[in-house]
Nanobody
Framework: QVQLVESGGGLVQPGESLRLSCVAS????????MAWYRQAPGKDREFLAD???RYSNSVKGRFVISGDTAKNTIYLQMNNLRPADTAVYYC?????????WGQGTHVSVSS
C-alpha cells in the first residue's frame, strides 16, 4: 500500500527555517517521481521542487530538496521564510502510472 506522510510544519517567524519530511512506503523513492507542492488559502496547488532538483522561481535559492534512500524519505529545507510561504505543504509521488499525495503539513510564517 502506497503512503506518503509529511511532517515538520509549524509556526515560525519571517527569516526563520524549517525542514519538512515526507516518508514514503509501498515503493522506493528512487523508482518514482517525487515532488513538493504547496497550497495557500484560496489559491491553486503550486509546484515547488522535484527530486530531479528543479525548482519554481518562487523558491529557487531559498528551498532545497534532498532525499535519504535508506530512510525512503525526501526533505524540503526551507530557509528565509516569508509570510507568503504560509500554506499547506504536500508531497507527491508518481509511481507505476499512478499519482499519490500525502495529507499535507501546515506551515505558517508570521511575526
Amino acid at each position: 500500500q502506497v503512503q506518503l506522510v509529511e511532517s515538520g510544519g509549524g509556526l515560525v517567524q519571517p527569516g526563520e527555517s524549517l525542514r519538512l519530511s515526507c516518508v514514503a512506503s509501498g515503493f522506493i523513492i528512487s523508482s518514482a517521481y517525487m515532488a513538493w507542492y504547496r497550497q495557500a488559502p484560496g489559491k491553486d496547488r503550486e509546484f515547488l521542487a522535484d527530486y530531479n532538483f528543479r525548482y519554481s522561481n518562487s523558491v529557487k535559492g531559498r528551498f532545497v530538496i534532498s532525499g535519504d534512500t535508506a530512510k525512503n524519505t525526501i526533505y524540503l529545507q526551507m530557509n528565509n521564510l516569508r509570510p507568503a510561504d504560509t500554506a499547506v505543504y504536500y508531497c507527491r509521488a508518481n509511481w507505476e502510472g499512478k499519482q499519490y499525495w500525502g495529507q499535507g503539513t501546515h506551515v505558517s510564517v508570521s511575526s
